[in-house]
């Protein structure tokens, strides 16, 4: 076994370890707090798999955390730390409210052209804190973390102004025109063309950063920006163009996740998929392979304590401590490491010198 | 130290089974290749790495070393390779630091003063307490470092390459101070891989070898060649065979160039000279005096302020280095680890980096072609005898030699028509700093321009067909022909001692 080999296995086996770790915290959780906890941890993991709209929840859930986890794997593959695909992926929605509600356009047109405008407002949106970084050094998780309020209020200014149906008592926008709408792909749920969308991303983004050479130039830049720059790349630049990217695939997840999911803007708030993507990413190690299942895990946590907080006594605020543990958990790279140390001991004793 | 194995995480066992054992009041040479696992054999002992098994005992009685501290409450202090001080501190500050006492609420400066003098005039050592650290010398650095450790309690004094950035007559004053501290009872291990120096200082030698012990002997009765044998498993010519210097035209010239720097005294003052193809120009010079900032200007990495630098007929300016490396200019970094590689990526892929114009290995639509890529990658660790299982293993996997063979290998293979080379060899061991030397010469002869900045004088005086010596920002001295110039002759240039005419250097730096 080479050393290779033995980070893959302490990688696999780490990410089994969360998962069950999860698992288990979730069932520590409901046992304390609950009075039916059969029914509860029942209802939490089998939940999802009981009908095939439930399967199909779980889908759809995933849809917009693979968007904005590829576009956080891009960003942080640039050794950028922008906590832009927040913002990003709610003024995509915006932008793609914005083009089903006010340009009329024959049905497959409408969809493109609204996705795209949602592509775009995200990639400006994350062009701002990197060309704020690129010219006055500020720190992009500030600036970005900042700018996310803002667009968040700059969405609901314009929902509430320009967009609002004027019938509704409670804030939502006008219904867009049907011909904007991503087609349902299963039958008796609302799995919806976007899923498509969203794996096709998740194949892209892989080819894009590892067999590419922008690509390669981006990892390059993540690694070592010093490095990158004596070799002759313009490292800046480089960051500059994977945050603007990262953004387009964030505000292509809001577009998607609207067209897919929606009739009308109904947020008072920016939905969190854009923090919940971080963990995504960390779960899927920074590989767009890998993300999907990342997001289907995630994505499956949250249905069953959906279906657990409706059937039980628990309530879903507790799933949302259980997430924050498994990033934890993510983060905590020393998992393991004894384990690791003795296998590459064994491993280098035995003479297998490099 | 009784049997000690240490494996890092990556894989590489850097001691196996060593044993090691050191008299009170003897200097003990620890001596071998780089790599060869002497600095992390005495991390262990200074407690700054944990040994994966193996026991350590002092006056017979074994004891438990977890840290730093640990290690200094037994009596054992060390001194870096790297100097760990705050240059921002005065002496006493630095000495201090982390066991202040303490005057009501303040630090009782006053008595710490007393001490720090003191302990220098006692040990001969002396330097002035109240003096900021970025204003002394190299050399008094490594005074203040070995002061540091003394006033900490240690007995035994663990120093890491000490002379490595040293001038001639510091090393010699160095010598001298170590001796006495041994006439005084201190126990010290010096590890060095300069044979003279370990004959002029030490008492008895431990050679290691592949993380593996290969003898104790005193050094009486060895000759050099059976210590170089136990060191590298085989003779190593240490000079290299370089035929007839054939010069030919300009290749870079810089014409009165400035650096300004931040303070009142310009880092570079009116530099002027120029490089041929054929010929490796030497920059001797003690770090510090502008040499630094010479080679980033020439490379694009840094500014310069006046004067010019033509390379290849265009002038050369900060951030352009895309443009600077399509005209053939190759850079061997002093710091590989910080600007030569890629840490995480592949020995492949470091191989590449600058290459990413290269329709080999990127297909027109910008996408990899991993067949090139491999092709080049096998015929690159063949030509240049890189040790790894294949060229997919990450570059940090590597030992320092390998990899800045890595980084030679990349630079060299990009048709360069000029190569900076600053420090090529620091830290690399034997086998491969000959490699290193014979590539340098091998270009050279293929009518690339060489320009060798290193602080190892052997290298420069049997690399360099012409050599500089910088002091100060400026031109020392400069030599078209190295016929009678020894490493004595170039210390007195180097620390300023002497000087050449201007006249004359300008024209022969030409």
């Keep these: ?354 | 130290m009784k049997n000690i194995t240490k494996v890092y995480p990556n894989g590489v066992v850097a001691n196996r089974d060593v044993t090691f054992e050191v008299n009170t009041g003897e200097i003990h040479a620890l001596s071998g290749e780089n790599g060869a696992g002497k600095t992390t054999l005495m991390k262990i002992l200074f407690g700054e790495e944990k040994p994966t098994s193996g026991s350590i005992l002092i006056g017979g009685k074994e004891v438990d070393i977890r840290n730093p501290q640990d290690a200094l409450g037994l009596g054992i202090g060390m001194v870096h390779q790297h100097f760990m001080l705050v240059p921002s501190l005065t002496v006493t500050e630095n000495v201090i630091l982390g066991i202040e006492k303490r005057k009501g609420l303040g630090i009782d400066y006053r008595s710490a003063e007393k001490l720090v003098g003191d302990m220098g005039r006692k040990y001969n050592m002396y330097l002035d307490p109240k003096t900021k650290v970025r204003d002394l010398s190299v050399g008094q650095k490594q005074k203040l470092e070995i002061l540091k450790i003394l006033i900490r309690g240690a007995r035994i004094l663990i120093l890491d390459e000490p002379t490595a950035v040293l001038t001639p007559q510091e090393t010699g004053e160095l010598f001298a101070e170590l001796k006495n501290l041994r006439d005084q009872g201190f126990t010290i291990i010096f590890i060095s891989h300069k044979l003279d120096e370990i004959r002029e200082l030490c008492d008895r030698i431990t050679i290691i070898r592949h993380g593996e012990t290969k003898g104790v002997f005193g050094l009486e009765g060895i000759t050099d060649e059976e210590l170089s044998q136990r060191m590298i498993g085989r003779d190593v010519q240490l000079t290299v065979e370089k035929p007839e210097c054939r010069r030919g035209g300009a290749v870079l010239s810089a014409k009165e160039v400035v650096v300004s720097g931040d303070g009142d005294k310009p880092l570079l003052d009116r530099i002027s000279f120029t490089l041929h193809s054929g010929e490796i120009l030497g920059i001797a010079g003690v770090e510090g005096n502008g040499q630094s900032q010479l080679v980033d200007a020439i490379t694009g990495i840094g500014p310069y302020d006046g004067g010019e630098i033509l390379f290849s007929d265009s002038t050369i300016r900060q951030g352009d280095i895309r443009r600077i490396r399509k005209s053939g200019m190759g850079y061997i970094p002093e710091d590989r680890m910080t600007l030569g590689i890629s840490p995480s990526l592949s020995v492949t892929e470091n191989m590449i980096a600058d290459k990413i114009d290269d329709p080999r290995f990127f297909s027109k639509g910008g996408f990899i072609d991993n067949g090139g890529i491999d092709a080049f990658s096998r015929q690159m660790i063949d030509d240049y005898a890189i040790l790894c299982q294949n060229g997919d293993v990450s570059i940090s996997s590597l030992s320092g030699g390998n990899i800045q063979k890595v980084v030679l290998a990349r630079e060299m293979s990009s048709n360069p028509k000029l190569i900076i080379a600053n420090q090529p060899t620091r830290g690399v061991d034997v086998g491969a700093t000959e490699f290193i030397r014979r590539k340098l010469v091998a270009m050279r002869d293929s009518g690339c321009a060489v320009l060798l900045v290193s602080s190892d004088l052997n290298e420069l005086l049997g690399l360099s067909d012409r050599l500089l010596v910088m002091y100060g920002g400026r031109f020392a001295a400069c030599f078209s022909s190295l016929a009678g110039v020894d490493g004595q002759t170039l210390g007195r240039y180097m620390l300023g001692l002497d000087k050449q005419d201007e006249d004359e250097i300008s024209r022969s730096a030409m």
């Design chain 1, 1 to 354: 076994m080479n050393t290779k080999s033995i980070n893959r296995l302490i990688d696999s086996m780490k990410l089994l370890i969360v998962v069950v770790i999860a698992c288990l915290l979730v069932s520590v959780i409901i046992l304390c707090v609950s009075n039916e906890p059969g029914n509860a941890i029942s209802s939490f993991f089998l939940g999802p798999f009981t009908s095939l709209r439930r399967i199909g929840n779980i889908l759809e859930g995933a849809v917009p955390l693979i968007f904005t986890a590829l576009a956080v794997t891009l960003i942080f593959r640039a050794g950028q730390f922008s906590m832009i695909s927040e913002g990003s992926f709610f003024i995509g929605i915006t932008g793609a409210m914005m083009v089903g509600i006010a340009l009329p356009l024959p049905s497959v047109v409408h969809p493109i052209v609204a996705l795209l405008t949602a592509g775009i407002f995200g990639a400006i949106a994350a062009a701002i804190p990197a060309f704020l970084k690129l010219k006055w050094q500020a720190s992009e998780v500030v600036t970005s973390i900042m700018l996310n309020y803002i667009i968040q209020f700059f969405a609901l200014y314009l929902v509430n102004y320009h967009f609002r149906e004027p019938e509704a008592s409670s804030l939502a926008s006008l219904k867009i025109a049907e011909s904007a709408e991503l087609p349902v792909i299963v039958s008796g749920t609302k799995v919806h063309l976007g899923l498509l969308i969203a794996l096709l991303c998740c194949v892209l983004l892989w080819f894009y950063i590892f067999k590419t050479r922008q690509g390669f130039r981006i990892r390059l830049v993540g690694d070592n920006p010093n490095f990158s720059s004596y070799v002759g790349i313009k490292s800046a630049l480089v960051m500059v163009g994977a945050q603007i990217l990262a953004g387009f695939v964030a505000g292509l997840g809001g577009g998607v996740e609207f067209l897919g999911m929606y009739t009308r803007f109904k947020w008072t708030s920016s939905p969190g998929y854009g923090w919940t993507g971080i963990a995504v990413a960390l779960l899927a190690r920074r590989n767009p392979i890998l993300v999907p299942f990342a997001a289907i895990f995630i994505a499956y946590l949250e249905v069953g304590s959906g279906i657990m907080a409706r059937s039980s006594d628990v309530s879903a605020e507790v799933v949302d401590i259980i997430q924050g543990v498994i990033m934890l958990m993510i983060a905590a790279d020393a998992l393991l490491q004894g384990w690791k140390q003795r296998l590459i001991v064994k491993n280098a004793t035995e003479g297998g010198r490099a």
